[in-house]
Structure formats: C-alpha cells, structure tokens
C-alpha cells in the first residue's frame, strides 16, 4: 500500500490544499505516514519543497517528491491548486514514472573536529561574513587558482536555476550528473587574478577550496545557514545519492526554462 506524507508552506491557501489532499488520498486508500512515505507532496513553492528533501533526506531511495505550487510556477513545483484531484487520481492508480537528478555531495572538513557530510538539492555557498573571502581551488588534487572576493557557489544541475543563475553561472540541464562552481563578485587586477567564468564539472571530478587565512565561515546547504571557524577545507563532487521525482506528466525542462525566465504570460 502507497502511503504518502505532506510539506505545506503553512500560509492559509497552502494549509487548506494539504488538507483536501490528505482527506482525497485517504479515501483512495493510501496511508498517511509522516516517518515513512513512499510520496511527499510539497505545497507551496520550490522552498517548500527543499525543506521537504531535508526533512526526508534519510530515505532518498524509497521516497518520491512532488510539488505543488501555491504562488509562482516552481521548478520542483510545478501542479497547479486547481490540478489536485488530478494528481490525487494519478497517485492513487499509481499512473507516474520516477525520475532522478544528482546531488552535491558537501565534506566540510575541519582542524580539531570530524567531518561533517551534507547534500544539496540546489547548492552550497561559502561567505566570509568579516572580510574578503580567501580560498584556494583545487581540482583533482591540483591547485587551480586563488580566488578572492565575496564568496562562491557550488551548484547542482536542477539549482543551477537558483542562485547561481542570478551570479550569471549555467543552465545545465538536471539528468546531466555534474556540479558547478560560480564566482560571486571576484577581485580581478594585476595583482590577483581568477578564471572569471563558471566551471562546469563531470561526476568524477572533485573540486576543494581550502582557505588561505585563518576567518570565519558562513557556509549554506540550501537554506540550511552554518557558521564555521575551524575549516581546514571544503570538498565538492557528484553524490552517489539521488534525488527522485514523481513525474505524472511530460514537462520539457527547456519548457520550464522558457515558463519560468521568458514568457510574459
């Protein structure tokens, strides 16, 4: 039997959805488990639904997201209010395929104490909240370049529409198991020097910074917010785990790119 868990927003539209669905999903016979789903609704928008991934982080290979949105179309949410009883028809027959995007996988290793392991659906950015940020890149194993200036952002396909979009970083389409590194306003002059562009890496890569004094730290896993001193370096690459959607119907990401940047309607 399917049972399902629900995320709301909690403003009063959002609410009012979670409980139709609830009473709707109940009468086609699935179980409400809020430990152990097998589908999470997200309603809301595509924070809403970051909280979700977290909150069910435990159990990424058995659970499946879907979204809906109460504001904006979202790229995690992308069912309309009015589309419920649809989408409670289609889970109930089971009428959906499962697709799945990488992660960022996030080692934050420091001088006196364990290494702490995060995943990211969207990314991971590192600030220095005191002064300019110093950090050294490398790639593989080998130094790339020392980067100073307000911070970085380390991104997944599907967030590379986030953040690191409005840094000016890529669009990488979501199947594509890759992450990506964007410079959030470099210092660039005689003097210091960075690739300026956003860098764009295979599964098999790992990319490390490693900071150059001894500073504060402001760290995010999405929206989870970390404050750090103690960091002898960050390590970047492709997670093994994967993040799974229910997909009921097609839905182009170029098409959602277009919806979401684009059209004015």
Not at 76 to 87: H, I, N, R, T
Not at 117 to 140: F, G, Q, R
Not at 186 to 196: A, E, H, K, L
Request: aromatic residues 10%; glycine residues 6%; proline residues 4%.
């Amino acid at each position: 039997m399917t049972s399902f868990a629900i995320q709301s927003r909690r403003d009063a539209q959002s609410n009012e959805l979670a409980e139709l669905a609830t009473a709707y999903l109940q009468e086609f016979g699935l179980t409400h488990d809020e430990e152990e789903p097998d589908i999470v609704l997200s309603i809301g928008g595509d924070g809403t639904l970051l909280h979700a991934f977290h909150r069910y982080i435990h159990r990424l290979d058995k659970v499946a997201f879907v979204g809906i949105h109460t504001g904006h179309l979202g790229f995690y949410a992308d069912w309309k209010p009015s589309e419920l009883e649809k989408l409670v028809l289609s889970i109930a027959k089971k009428d959906f395929n499962v697709v799945e995007y990488p992660l960022l996988q996030v080692n934050v290793h420091r001088h006196h104490s364990e290494t702490s392991h995060y995943l990211a659906l969207n990314e991971a950015t590192i600030k220095s909240p005191d002064v300019t940020l110093v950090m050294d890149v490398e790639l593989n194993g080998t130094q790339f370049e020392r980067f100073r200036g307000d911070g970085l952002c380390v991104s997944t396909p599907s967030g590379s529409t986030a953040y690191n979009k409005a840094l000016g970083g890529a669009i990488i389409h979501p199947t594509l198991p890759a992450f990506q590194l964007t410079e959030m306003a470099s210092i660039n002059n005689r003097v210091f020097r960075t690739v300026g562009s956003s860098l764009v890496f295979p599964a098999h890569h790992t990319c490390v910074l490693k900071p150059v004094n001894d500073q504060r730290f402001t760290i995010t896993v999405d929206h989870i917010q970390l404050t750090e001193a103690d960091v002898k370096s960050i390590a970047f690459n492709v997670a093994t785990e994967r993040v799974r959607f229910a997909r009921f119907r097609p839905f182009p990401f170029w098409e959602r790119v277009h919806d979401s940047f684009i059209s004015n309607e």
